[in-house]
């Protein structure tokens, strides 16, 4: 029979020996890593032309709806240009300083 401390002395080889082959594993596979980061970048700037054009056309049809909706809105905003401009004060002070 294995002792418990038997046990716990395979474990933590096992371990070791799964850490360090990660480590290696992860040495070996990164510079694909990064090639497939820069192949992923160099992908989205081939894709940045078509991604602004879909945005803009997206824009403007998502901005005419929305200006639909801007109507209703015309009377209240002339209403208050109107309240604005007669309340507005005149750059003549009726103050007077006598001396």
Same mark, same amino acid.
């Given at each position: 029979? !294995?002792? &418990?401390?038997?046990?716990?002395?395979?474990? %933590?080889?096992?371990? $070791?020996?799964?850490?360090? $082959?990660?480590?290696?594993? *992860?040495?070996? $596979?990164? /510079? !694909?890593?990064?090639?497939?980061?820069?192949?992923?970048?160099?992908? =989205?700037?081939? *894709?940045? /032309?078509?991604? $602004?054009? &879909?945005?803009?056309?997206?824009?403007?049809? %998502?901005?005419?709806?929305?200006?639909? %909706? !801007? !109507?209703?809105?015309?009377? &209240?905003?002339?209403?208050?240009?109107?309240? *604005? *401009?007669? =309340?507005?004060?005149?750059?003549?002070?009726?103050?007077?300083?006598?001396?």
């Amino acid at each position: 029979m !294995f002792s &418990f401390l038997t046990l716990a002395a395979l474990g %933590f080889a096992g371990v $070791l020996v799964l850490g360090v $082959l990660a480590m290696v594993l *992860w040495v070996v $596979l990164l /510079p !694909f890593k990064i090639l497939g980061l820069a192949l992923r970048g160099i992908a =989205m700037l081939l *894709w940045l /032309p078509v991604l $602004l054009l &879909f945005g803009v056309l997206g824009a403007v049809i %998502f901005g005419f709806g929305a200006l639909i %909706f !801007f !109507f209703p809105l015309v009377p &209240f905003a002339l209403l208050a240009l109107l309240v *604005w *401009w007669l =309340m507005r004060r005149k750059n003549r002070s009726s103050a007077t300083v006598t001396s």
